[in-house]
């Protein structure tokens, strides 16, 4: 049985599960490999085994009688091995290292999702184990922001990572955590890459709803990036590069207790311009100041372009007893881009500098304890400091723009969990935050400052109870969690739901629900802020103009598993309340009007997934209907939200040939809504407008592939080598992105925003 049929199951360590069955007599007088066994021995007595990676890789057992006991049995393999069986509650079988402490089984994986290396389990959230991350179409690497766009229900209007749309959700209503610690700048290169580096992560997990009422903020959904919580057994490493950055990771073992855990990642665009850096830079900065300078009739040129970027992360790890863990994690995010504007005026050459720097810096500590087999505490501290800059300098008007958007959240976290018994558990804990938010603007020439600083305090109050049947068929999580937003003295009370049934071994209904709100949004003043290239500036509510975000969402779903076949269908229904129109983006008639609205979204999300022994194909499906309604604007109407994309389908497929990966897939979107202009196209020195969103843009459409190479460079020492070549938008699909209009001298003039043409790129790298 390869890995790769192995589903996977996490709770505070990653186990997995096998339902494989094995028909085929084992040869009773040679010892075998245990986990070729468990299979069977699950089939014959109705039981689940659990175990944590790498526990059974190499231990050899004597298979027993097939009309011995189950008991008999495991005594049996206790004596020939170092493991210990403990049956947890009947059916559930906990295998550890007899060094090693039992902990409960609160989430069983299902089965690979789309890829290997992508799980669904039972509460319907999917998780992403970067380490035993296949590959997917346009995607050699783990890229965890643009892996999870294969997911339904999940995607990016501007085909960035910084812009992650779940259910119809702005990227500003997810909560992204890293290591627990919330995360206000998810992109590199301004949101073409992800600025995580998946190779450091232990797992990622995706929840569109039912979220746990441990975690608050996100009305969307939210992205939780989980590291290492414990020693491991021995060295891991890896280094690679690609057309883009080239990055390296290792986690050392100091002694049986320590371990230290760090990573680099930094861009080569400053040292060497590849095709890939070409198109990226084209791409993304397409319409701003940049790009613009250049195309003025000032003859303004812009020259000496120099970008980089860079991540560097650490992790501390203290076993310091059994029941004592303490972890100490960091992380820092770095952008920056530099240019020249040169012009020419009254016969003198003029040149200026301009710029932007993006940066988030995170620092947590935790501390873990078990008081007794069923109680533990989790105390954590953590700082998030996001800083955005931007200096902009026009050389015709002689004037100095700068801008700044600081952002310092702190937190202190308490999480208690006690198992009552066998079938209830109860997690309950306390949260308090500080957020200061700074914006700054500065002109020289009318001189002009304006300096804002916004302090929120917020305390949080959750508890929830999660009970599992005897025969794990039944499962239910009900939470409630109570906010204070101190600055607008407002009381929030949450409930969270998250139900799910089995009625066979392969059918199981899911109903999912959830309040949640956030006091923390991103909005646009002018769309040129930030030189264009960043116009989002974070700000906190106000209980005014900026209001409280308040959400509520349902959904029930259906889930059919059975020979490698996986069909999945879930309806849900979101209502968000409290966003503003300076935070949705418009760029028409509503562009510089301050409103305050709510939106709607209806849909379903349907995943096919086959897999055969080399071959694995999916097919992800959504269908949403997402609706604006603003009382002051378009009469009081609804019309279709900016981001209101009907139909979102991806077709893909893996093969597997020897060392060999490959992948291919197809994404189609239908075209997000724009506003027209009519005739005449001014009226009264301004556009004349048309019904908003009323109209769409050409549907999406892009072709990707991909494949890699795997070299085994030494067995004994377990090093491996992997060589990736990807190619994003195949037939080089010109699909435009955005559509909009601007105004000069009465002349109306209409922009377009294209998406990345073929995007060839080439990796390598050695892990160990």
């Known amino acids: 049985m390869t890995k790769k049929r192995v589903l996977y199951f996490f709770t505070f360590s990653v186990f997995f599960l096998s339902f494989q069955c094995v028909n085929a007599q084992e040869n009773q007088e040679n010892k075998v490999l245990l986990s070729k066994l468990l299979p069977k021995i699950q089939k014959q007595y109705d039981v689940v085994f659990s175990y944590v990676d790498n526990t059974l890789d190499t231990v050899l057992v004597t298979p027993q009688k097939k009309d011995i006991s189950l008991q008999a049995l495991l005594d049996g393999f206790e004596l020939e091995t170092n493991l210990r069986f403990t049956i947890i509650n009947g059916r559930y079988i906990a295998i550890t290292v007899f060094a090693d402490q039992i902990q409960e089984l609160d989430e069983v994986y299902l089965t690979e999702y789309i890829a290997s290396g992508i799980s669904t389990n039972r509460t319907g959230q999917v998780t992403i184990k970067p380490r035993n991350f296949g590959i997917l179409p346009g995607v050699t690497e783990p890229d965890i922001l643009l892996t999870i766009q294969a997911l339904p229900g999940i995607s990016s209007i501007n085909e960035t990572v910084s812009n992650i749309n779940i259910r119809g959700g702005t990227n500003d209503q997810n909560i992204l955590l890293w290591d627990d610690i919330k995360m206000y700048q998810s992109g590199h290169f301004f949101g073409l890459i992800s600025a995580f580096n998946p190779y450091f992560l232990k797992k990622v997990t995706v929840t569109k709803n039912g979220t746990s009422a441990k975690f608050g903020d996100g009305v969307s959904g939210m992205i939780e990036m989980q590291l290492d919580q414990h020693v491991n057994d021995s060295l891991i490493a890896g280094a690679g590069m690609n057309l883009i950055h080239v990055d390296g990771f290792a986690k050392l073992q100091l002694n049986e207790k320590m371990e230290v855990q760090v990573s680099a990642r930094r861009s080569i665009t400053d040292l060497i311009e590849t095709p890939t850096y070409a198109i990226y830079f084209d791409r993304i900065f397409q319409d701003t100041d940049i790009t613009n300078n250049n195309q003025n009739t000032n003859n303004t040129t812009t020259t000496n372009r120099d970008f980089y970027f860079y991540d560097m992360s650490t992790k501390f790890i203290y076993d310091i007893s059994k029941t004592d863990n303490l972890q100490f994690s960091f992380l820092n995010i770095f952008n920056d881009l530099s240019y020249t504007e040169q012009a020419t005026l009254n016969n003198e050459q003029r040149a200026v500098n301009s710029g932007i720097t993006q940066r988030n810096l995170a620092t947590g500590l935790t501390y873990n304890r078990e008081w007794s087999p069923a109680f533990s505490t989790q105390i954590q501290l953590y700082t998030s400091n996001y800083n955005l800059e931007a200096t902009n300098f026009n050389i015709t008007n002689n004037q100095r723009l700068f801008q700044e958007n600081d952002l310092a959240d702190s937190a202190i976290k308490l999480h208690t969990k006690y198992r009552i018994d066998e079938n209830f558990t109860i997690e309950s804990g306390y949260q308090f935050s500080e957020i200061g938010i700074t914006n700054i603007q500065d002109v020289s020439n009318p001189r002009f400052r304006s300096d804002r600083k916004d302090v929120m305090r917020n305390h949080a109050l959750y508890s929830q109870v999660n009970y599992f049947s005897d025969s794990y068929r039944t499962m239910i999580t009900f939470g409630i969690r109570g906010n204070r937003y101190g600055k607008i003295d407002t009381y929030r009370f949450e409930p969270r739901l998250n139900f799910r049934q089995q009625f066979s071994n392969h059918f199981s209904l899911l109903v999912l629900g959830e309040y949640k709100s956030q006091a923390i949004s991103q ?107 603003f009382m002051s604007l378009n009469n009081g109407a609804q019309f279709p939200n900016n981001i209101d994309i009907t139909h979102n389908l991806t077709l893909g497929g893996t093969y597997s040939w020897k060392d060999f990966e490959f992948s291919l897939g197809t994404y189609f979107r239908s075209g997000r809504p724009t506003t027209s202009i009519g005739n005449p196209a001014v009226v009264n020195g301004e556009i004349n407008y048309n019904s908003p969103n009323a109209e769409n843009l050409e549907d999406y459409f892009r072709t990707d592939f991909s494949t890699t190479y795997r070299l085994t460079l030494s067995k004994k020492k377990k090093i491996y080598a992997k060589i990736g070549l990807s190619v994003w938008n195949v037939f080089d699909q010109q699909n435009v992105l955005n559509e909009y209009y601007n105004l000069d001298n009465e002349i109306v003039s209409e922009i377009q925003n294209r998406a990345l043409g073929i995007t060839p790129n080439v990796s390598f790298r050695v892990d160990f």
Request: hydrophobic letters at 35%; zero cysteines.
């Open 523 to 629: 909005i646009i003043d002018l769309q040129n802020d930030f030189l264009g290239i960043e116009k989002r500036r974070w700000t906190l509510a106000n209980g005014t103009s900026v209001p409280l975000i308040e959400s509520k969402q349902a959904s029930v779903g259906v889930q059919y598993n059975k020979n490698n076949l996986l069909v999945s269908a879930e309806a849900y229904v979101k209502d968000v309340d409290g966003i503003t129109t300076r935070s949705q983006g418009f760029q028409n008639q509503f562009q510089f009007v301050n409103a305050v609205g709510s939106y709607t979204t209806y849909g379903i999300d349907v995943l096919f997934n086959k897999k055969w022994h080399d071959f694995n194909t999916w097919l992800s499906y959504s269908i949403s209907e997402n609706t604006y309604e």
